[in-house]
Nanobody, 127 residues
Framework: QVQLVESGGGLVQPGGSLKLSCAASGFTLDYYAIGWFRQAPGREREGVSYIGSSGGTTYSADSVKGRFTISRDSAKNTVYLQMSSLKPEDTAVYYC????????????????????WGQGTQVTVSS
């Protein structure tokens, strides 16, 4: 059974850090590009970061550049999102998603390009 499971979310103060994990089961992530998305209440799901199947290509939304870093560990079949200097506006449910092969630069942030999704993990940034 193909499954993606996110973990690592929680409550953190502004300026703090969290590291999210996206673990795959039932398939190997080596052949998939991975996107991290987030969705806040009343808002559309938005792309946060992307990493290509080889790990050599990464993209990030302007709102998180310089603060979030995406990486992957093939041995652990896991993709990570290191989040630093967190702001209250980063509060959302964070999802990882997988796309076979890769996604063009101009569309990595579009959810419909991804075939598999995790259930999400809540990140709350508040004092």
């Amino acid at each position: 059974q193909v499954q993606l499971v996110e973990s690592g979310g929680g409550l953190v103060q502004p300026g703090g850090s969290l590291k999210l994990s996206c673990a795959a089961s039932g398939f190997t992530l080596d052949y998939y590009a991975i996107g991290w998305f987030r969705q806040a209440p009343g808002r559309e799901r938005e792309g946060v970061s992307y990493i290509g199947s080889s790990g050599g290509t990464t993209y990030s939304a302007d709102s998180v550049k310089g603060r979030f870093t995406i990486s992957r560990d093939s041995a652990k079949n896991t993709v990570y999102l290191q989040m630093s200097s967190l702001k209250p506006e980063d509060t959302a449910v964070y999802y990882c998603a997988a796309a076979r092969g890769g996604i063009p630069r101009y569309s990595w942030y579009i959810p419909r390009g991804y075939a598999y999704w995790g259930q999400g993990t809540q990140v709350t940034v508040s004092s």
